[in-house]
């Protein structure tokens, strides 16, 4: 962390973006998928890697993070934003014949230990759409505490 | 509000997150009715109660909210953010025969006074998906003012 | 920028959140449209014009935005969060003849030199619902930088 005193006031920076960039319709897969959020737009702080899709705490505090997404109706879609492997905020969309997109996305406020990882989990038998930037995540600290 | 002058640098943690978790689908209602997101995912600074919930905005400042839903397909849906009675930004949805749910959310920058309420409104008639930890709502202290 | 020394941290304040306001359906028109988010809700620091539609970063940070919109079914929607004429996140929906509307958006952390600009672009024959606070553009200065 290359951070600097400004001023008076120390405040490390942590932030990023990143896009979901795999050439299309992305699943359904057999098992549970970390999405590897590729193409990046942001990365303060090199917390976040865009090889593992995992953001990884690399000081205590609280942080934001959000994902939104894009999904054909073909087959359902079932995002999770996860934290050292519990469940913490969802979206999901049927599958359906006749309209054919959807959009969901959700967020949270997580207070992090140093290490703590964060990243969103695509369900086993579910998709989305991975291309275009139209499927992101992000995060950012908010506050070291 | 436990905060400490950390270095120079003195920034009060207000910061949270909450689920809507009663049990399923949730609504439609004959009267408006503030959602109470009970299920706690962050609560830093204990201004959102998840028993009523309504934030109250402990200190006068620059806030961020977002909140984000899913919802079936049988009876529309609108949620809106409010400020003090005030309608602030909202998200709806029609009921539809083909399609089997729709998601949606909205987000707001908002300067508080000390005491400001901020929650989020269902219209009546209307109803949301609260289980899963799909439908939430989030704020944080972006900066005191 | 009217900030001040804030005990011994400084932080300049700037944060907007605005709604399209335009009457109900907006487009589908025959080139790109930078949308104008007229109705301002927060402006602090005034770096975003509601004439416009233009955020102009007043210092160099990292900034957060966001955007959500609602569109009817009629048409297909697309937009585009820009930076200096380059997409940066997009969120789009199809047109369908049975649902009857659908919501989106999406959000970017962005590294910012003084002067960048930021707005929503609706891409050509395309459109979206502006009307009831449902569709919103808002950002932040998360740290300067």
């Known amino acids: ?77 079932r995002l999770i934003l996860c934290k050292d492997g519990e469940s913490i905020v969802m979206s999901s969309d049927h599958s359906t014949s006749t309209d054919g997109a959807d959009n969901g996305g959700n967020a949270a406020v997580l207070q992090l230990k140093e290490g703590d990882q964060v990243y969103v989990h695509m369900a086993k038998d579910t998709h989305v759409w991975a291309a275009e930037t139209q499927t992101s995540f992000s995060g950012f600290l908010i506050s070291p505490m």
């Open 1 to 77: 962390m290359a951070n600097q005193q400004r001023g008076f006031c120390y405040t490390p920076h942590v932030a990023f973006s990143a896009t979901l960039e795999h050439g299309g319709a992305y699943g359904p897969f057999n098992t549970d998928k970390t999405l590897v959020f590729n193409k990046l737009i942001t990365n303060i702080g090199d917390a976040y890697s865009n090889a593992t899709g995992i953001f990884v705490a690399p000081v205590a505090g609280i942080y934001y993070f959000t994902f939104f997404y894009h999904a054909g109706g073909k087959s359902k879609s």
